[in-house]
């Protein structure tokens, strides 16, 4: 094999590791339903391996299929999560078979297969970095299931780096233009194509996401209360739902609690929030003077670099995430304290815009002009439209192979089990 190719297996057998040590649990906590918005962990399991199975040995590599009486119940679009404790699917042991013998059959194809090949599916390994990123973008959601749980001890945590309490709160991105979305990055998702202009006027957005201690003060200042400060539709959610907090926060009357994969732990009021849906992302922003950044207010602030006159892969540049950057890849499993990146900030001096928490954007999901579905509408085209906002930068539990500058993530606005946060922008006075 070639190093190209050598590096594509390391990234397969990382990210089943990841897998593998997720699921490494009860048979019960794995074929349970934690919530009705997950799917059963050992479910997510074995689609990753039949969405393997489909797009490198099939489709690929035109090999017959392994098992196709189980496509239908691994299938994503036929059953929805609320309904998938009711399918047939594998139990733990045949699962993990299932997998492994897929897996054994990729290496093969890997180590034969012409990646300089002229089929899109071919060339630069695009098949297998779709692969390897479902698998982490599944991977994370398993962490968010493990998190409804509420079962302790199967999440490992871990060492980050210090906050610092030193910077302007905001950073000023002139007006001009950027080349927003990518046309050469090669694992680069249908939806973040093609590279385009975009114009924008000068604005100013947080150097850092909002963190615990102003988000209590939202909540300690009646933010929840306070009808001004959402969105119809974000005021009626706060009714209906009743929450008056993120999701997992509680107060005792004295103090501010969260729990964390089955632990109860003060909340740390350096970090990031994490844990709020989009509106009361929104409402927060309408209560500090503010607003939430236009999607591509936040790509520009993160990955343009004015001076050269290009976008850069990550906020610092071309550089992996190293341990000294960001918070990505589930070093620990909570977000970063503020201020922890120095080093990882952007050429307008945004920190933490990847790794730590998703960050909530006031876009909808929608296409960028000449956009192309590829490989399948599936994974886009059928999101586009005003029912899903955008979400950027990834979140501690996202694996840098699956961030980028350029990266879009997409949620309904009332999501919050998923790892999320956001910052605010404001418009430039005129
Ligand atoms: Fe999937």
């Known amino acids: 094999m070639n190093d190209f190719k050598e590096r594509i297996a390391a990234e397969l057998i990382a990210v089943r590791d990841r897998s593998l040590a997720y699921t490494e649990a009860d048979e019960d906590l794995l074929v349970r339903q934690h919530s009705p918005l997950m799917s059963p962990l050992v479910w997510d399991l074995a689609h990753v391996g039949n969405y393997e199975e489909l797009w490198v040995l099939r489709e690929a590599a035109g090999i017959d299929p392994v098992r196709p009486e189980i496509d239908d119940i691994y299938d994503a679009f036929k059953t929805p999560r609320k309904d998938r404790p009711s399918l047939p699917f594998l139990g733990p042991a045949e699962a993990r078979r299932y997998i492994e013998g897929v897996r054994g059959r990729v290496l093969d194809v890997l180590d034969r297969i012409d990646l300089e090949n002229a089929s899109p599916l071919h060339r630069d390994g695009f098949v297998f970095g779709l692969v390897i990123q479902h698998e982490h973008q599944h991977d994370e959601t398993m962490l968010a299931t493990l998190q409804l749980s509420g079962q302790p001890g199967l999440v490992r945590d871990g060492a980050l780096p210090p906050g610092r309490d030193a910077g302007p709160e905001e950073v000023y991105v002139p007006a001009g233009g950027f080349l927003m979305g990518t046309d050469t990055t090669p694992w680069a998702y249908d939806n973040e194509r093609p590279a385009h202009w975009v114009d924008l006027p000068g604005y100013w957005i947080d150097r850092l996401p909002v963190g615990n201690r102003a988000y209590a003060a939202f909540i300690e200042d009646g933010g929840y209360d306070d009808p001004r400060w959402w969105t119809p539709e974000g005021w009626h959610w706060r009714q209906s739902t009743g929450a008056t907090t993120p999701l997992f926060w509680e107060n005792d009357g004295r103090s501010w609690w969260r729990t964390r994969f089955g632990r109860t732990e003060p909340i740390p009021m350096d970090e990031p929030v994490q844990h709020v849906c989009w509106y009361e992302a929104d409402a927060y922003a309408r209560w500090a003077g503010k607003r939430l950044p236009t999607e591509a207010e936040w790509e520009k602030a993160c990955g343009w670099d004015p001076?050269?006159?290009?976008?850069?892969?990550?906020?610092?540049?071309?550089?992996?995430?190293?341990?000294?950057?960001?918070?990505?890849?589930?070093?620990?499993?909570?977000?970063?304290?503020?201020?922890?990146?120095?080093?990882?900030?952007?050429?307008?001096?945004?920190?933490?815009?990847?790794?730590?928490?998703?960050?909530?954007?006031?876009?909808?999901?929608?296409?960028?002009?000449?956009?192309?579905?590829?490989?399948?509408?599936?994974?886009?085209?059928?999101?586009?439209?005003?029912?899903y906002r955008v979400l950027r930068g990834g979140s501690w539990a996202a694996d840098p192979a699956a961030v980028r500058t350029t990266f879009r993530n997409w949620d309904y606005p009332i999501r919050r089990q998923i790892f999320t946060g956001f910052r605010c922008a404001r418009s430039e006075l005129v």
């Not at 006159?309 to 540049?317: F, I, Q, S």
């Not at 970063?336 to 006031?362: C, I």
């Open 307 to 387: 001076y050269e006159r290009r976008a850069r892969r990550y906020p610092w540049g071309e550089a992996d995430p190293g341990p000294s950057l960001a918070n990505l890849g589930h070093r620990a499993a909570r977000p970063a304290p503020l201020g922890a990146y120095p080093g990882g900030a952007s050429a307008y001096g945004a920190e933490q815009m990847v790794g730590d928490v998703w960050e909530w954007t006031g876009s909808w999901f929608h296409p960028y002009p000449g956009f192309r579905s590829f490989p399948y509408k599936e994974y886009s085209e059928v999101f586009f439209g005003q029912e």
